[in-house]
């Protein structure tokens, strides 16, 4: 709030108080004069409406009608610094209750339940405002929670000199928190920066890592369409940066028994086990460290009625996406995307991807497994 407007507010607030204060008229302690002869004295308390018991300087108390005092003028400056006072402790408490209010709103629930939901891990997700035309209009730039712990996080983007800190702050479990809506000509200031968290959890039998997660988006990839799929636990169309898989996090054997030898463990019983989740990618795995995908539509979705050419192509992207950034987590060599013949669209669209994507090369894969309808990603550039 502008020093103006709190300054517009305090007055009013102190109109509205000393208003108030003179509809009550006294109170016990106040200084009074007389209107219709001379003296006054100290109002001893309210007898009613419109009688006040009132000390005169002689010592005898005497009741007076409220019709024939006048508060001394030299109480009403005490009187306008106890309305002040009441009317700042008010501007202070509206101000944090908007504050309040402001902070929840940039926080909400993900959707952990919808079906088959990303790997849980902290997720940097752009949201277009305008999920119909994603190249257009401002972005929230967002902090996705999709774990059980409560994060702690400091966000901060890469200047020239250094970093700024963007934002900092607290989002609870399975939660999400708009850092900030930018315009698309902030985009570039955003295309890189750090994120820095500790996840806290209510019982750790094996702690978690703190999240330090520097990232770094290809200013190109906020301008094709492409780069926003759908993300599952948000609902939405969004550039998605993983920043760190749970799993990830969970500390190892070796600093397991450190933590129980400094006593922030307890002693007996084993650790828990890290049983790997099961990634997207697993699922097409052929043999280690490769995997086929088919992205023929049919195999994708169980009912294509109702979906134009655009929603399958976009069905289809999505799956890619997902797909390769699993397969890159998860160390693969090689993914073949079956992306079939016809008109070449999705061929196309996958080789335009590829290009956000560095490490990696593609190549036609082989013809007489394939024919000529699927396309090689290696991602450690072996061949």
Same mark, same amino acid.
């Given at each position: 709030m $502008? +020093? &103006? *407007? &709190?300054?517009?507010?305090?007055?009013?607030?102190?109109?509205?108080q000393i208003k108030l204060n003179f509809m009550e008229k006294y109170k016990a302690g106040d200084k009074v004069k007389f209107l219709n002869e001379k003296g006054g004295g100290v109002v001893v308390r309210n007898i009613d409406s419109r009688l006040v018991l009132v000390a005169i300087d002689d010592g005898f108390e005497i009741p007076v009608m409220v019709s024939d005092l006048v508060l001394d003028p030299a109480a009403v400056p005490e009187r306008k610094k106890q309305a002040m006072e009441v009317a700042q402790r008010e501007v202070l408490r509206q101000e944090q209750e908007k504050e309040e209010e402001a902070d929840a709103a940039r926080k909400r629930s993900l959707r952990r339940f *919808?079906?088959? %939901?990303? %790997?849980?891990?902290?997720?940097? +997700?752009f949201v277009p405002h305008d999920q119909q035309w994603l190249l257009t209009g401002p972005i929230d730039v967002t902090l996705v929670n999709h774990s059980n712990t409560e994060l702690l996080y400091s966000f901060g983007i890469k200047l020239e000199d250094g970093l700024e800190n963007a934002d900092f702050g607290q989002v609870s479990a399975y939660s999400s928190v708009v850092i900030e809506t930018i315009s698309r000509?902030?985009?570039? /200031?955003? $295309? /890189?920066?750090? !994120?820095? *968290?500790?996840? !806290?959890?209510e019982h750790a039998n094996q702690p978690l890592m703190p999240l330090h997660a520097p990232y770094e988006i290809k200013a190109n990839r906020?301008? &094709?369409?492409?780069?926003?799929? $759908? /993300?599952? !636990?948000?609902?939405?169309? *969004?550039l998605v940066v993983n920043l760190q898989l749970i799993q990830a996090l969970r500390t190892d054997d070796q600093k397991t028994r450190q933590f129980k030898k400094d006593g922030l463990l307890p002693e007996g019983g084993k650790a828990n086990v890290v049983v790997k989740e099961k990634q997207i990618i697993d699922k097409h795995r052929t043999t280690a460290g490769e995997a086929v995908v088919d992205l023929h539509i049919a195999e994708l979705v169980e009912n294509i009625a109702g979906l134009s050419s655009r929603d399958m192509l976009n069905n289809q992207l999505d799956y890619f996406n997902k797909c390769l950034d699993s397969a890159m987590v998860n160390e693969y060599d090689k993914v073949t995307f079956i992306h079939g013949v016809g008109n070449g669209v999705l061929k196309n669209a996958i080789v335009n991807a590829l290009s956000n994507y560095e490490g990696t090369s593609n190549r036609m894969a082989s013809m007489s497994k394939f024919g000529v309808g699927a396309i090689d990603v290696l991602l450690k550039d072996k061949a």
């Open positions: $502008s +020093a &103006k *407007a &709190k300054d517009i507010l305090w007055e009013d607030c102190l109109l509205l *919808a079906r088959n %939901p990303e %790997p849980e891990g902290i997720y940097l +997700a000509e902030d985009l570039n /200031s955003w $295309s /890189s920066g750090l !994120v820095q *968290a500790l996840l !806290v959890e906020f301008f &094709k369409e492409g780069s926003y799929t $759908s /993300s599952v !636990v948000l609902g939405e169309k *969004a």
